[in-house]
C-alpha cells in the first residue's frame, strides 16, 4: 500500500509562509484526488484543508482559500501545499492522504507552528 512522508513544517512566526511536501512510496496518478488535512491541538478529527484531483482542479475550505496554494506533481509522485500569511491557528499536523482520506495511508504528519 502507498505510504506518505509530508516534511517542511516548522515554527514561524504570523504572516511567514512555509511551503509542505508529501512524498508518496508510489505512484500517485491513479488517485484522482489528493489532499492535505490537518489536525490542531486538542482535536481527534483531522480536517480537509485543501484537494486537488489529477487534472489539477482544486479546492479549499474557507480559512485557507486566498492563502494556501495545493499543487501535485505526479511525475515526482509527490503533492505541495504554499501556505502563505499563516496565522497561529493554522498551528496543527498537517497530512497528505487520497481523498476522501483512506486510514490505512496516514504518515507521521508534519507539525507547523504558527507563534510570535
Known amino acids: 500500500q502507498v505510504q506518505f512522508v509530508e516534511s517542511g513544517g516548522g515554527l514561524v512566526q504570523p504572516g511567514e509562509s512555509l511551503r509542505l511536501s508529501c512524498a508518496a512510496s508510489?505512484?500517485?496518478?491513479?488517485?484522482?484526488?489528493m489532499g492535505w488535512f490537518r489536525q490542531v491541538p486538542g482535536k481527534e478529527e483531522r480536517e480537509l484543508v485543501a484537494s486537488i484531483t489529477g487534472g489539477g482542479s482544486t479546492r479549499y475550505t474557507a480559512s485557507a482559500k486566498g492563502r494556501f496554494t495545493i499543487s501535485r506533481d505526479n511525475f515526482a509522485d509527490s503533492i505541495y501545499l504554499q501556505m502563505n500569511s499563516l496565522q497561529p491557528e493554522d498551528t496543527a499536523v498537517y497530512y497528505c492522504?487520497?481523498?476522501?482520506?483512506?486510514?490505512?495511508?496516514w504518515g507521521q504528519g508534519t507539525q507547523v507552528t504558527v507563534s510570535s
Open positions: 508510489e505512484s500517485i496518478s491513479s488517485i484522482n484526488f
Open positions: 492522504n487520497e481523498y476522501p482520506a483512506n486510514p490505512t495511508y
